[in-house]
């Protein structure tokens, strides 16, 4: 979407500051021995305590109010009994509904103790997702924003997961523009305008260029198990500079 009064930016701020804090609570809560399900409880009573509802039930009836997934899943993972363990690479997403408004927001989460390279690509998952947040300038076009984080990931030897992308997000939590590509795609002469609402959230992997449905209909995984994280924000492109929805 595109904003056109300040009362659709405040309520484009409450619903994203709300997801960011719910990200916030249950990368503090993640801990050995809790089930998914008990850390999904624990982010739909956040939710639900402020009055949203959870994006993807609303949307897609998906089953839980938040998509965890437990590596190497590494997106739409359903929450369920499996235990959390150390060592685990775990990714969060977490989307809802407040006043008729979506605010969208991710990150990855490693267990403790994990191996160096794991950390290396959690902060450069980040690193990544900021690339592209910097690229972000109204008259500029959306594939610049791509070109940037694929330019970090070459630079440092990642891959991108290319049947993922970002999407634009308001009035619904998948809104116009749609499929926002985290890697460079010439041909998408598409252009960031003032107000544009939308995520950034690339999939960075150690050697995955594409993610597989499994048999549960949702939890998408790479063919050959590659770590992979995401991260994401919700932002609006201002003359000003990006500004940022979902800052906890």
């Not at 690339?131 to 610049?144: D, H, Q, T």
């Not at 999407?167 to 960031?192: A, F, M, N, Q």
């Amino acid at each position: 979407m595109t904003i056109d009064n300040e009362d659709q930016l405040e309520k484009l701020r409450a619903v994203g500051k709300l997801v960011a804090r719910t990200l916030a609570a249950m990368g503090e809560a993640l801990e050995p021995g809790m089930t998914t399900r008990e850390l999904d409880d624990l982010g739909r009573a956040l939710l639900e305590k402020a009055g949203a509802r959870s994006a993807p039930e609303v949307t897609y009836d998906f089953p839980g109010a938040t998509c965890i997934s437990v590596g190497p899943d590494c997106a739409h993972g359903i929450p369920d009994g499996t235990v959390i363990k150390a060592g685990d690479l775990i990714n969060i997403d977490v989307s809802a509904e407040l006043e008729g408004f979506f605010g969208d927001t991710g990150a990855s989460f490693a267990v403790p103790p994990t191996s160096a390279r794991i950390q290396r690509l959690c902060e450069d998952g980040r690193r990544a997702m900021w690339a592209g947040i910097r690229a972000v300038k109204p008259g500029a076009r959306l594939n610049e924003i791509g070109r940037s984080i694929e330019t970090f990931a070459q630079k440092n030897g990642y891959s991108l997961i290319r049947n993922l992308a970002s999407h634009g997000v308001g009035r619904s939590l998948h809104d116009e523009p749609s499929e926002i590509p985290t890697w460079y795609e010439p041909r998408d002469r598409r252009k960031i305008t003032d107000g544009l609402v939308f995520t950034i959230e690339p999939f960075l992997s150690l050697g995955a260029d594409l993610v597989e449905e499994m048999d549960d209909g949702w939890t998408l995984r790479p063919p050959l198990r590659e770590a992979t994280v995401q991260y994401e924000h919700t932002l609006v492109a201002t003359r000003r500079g990006p500004l940022i929805l979902t800052l906890a």
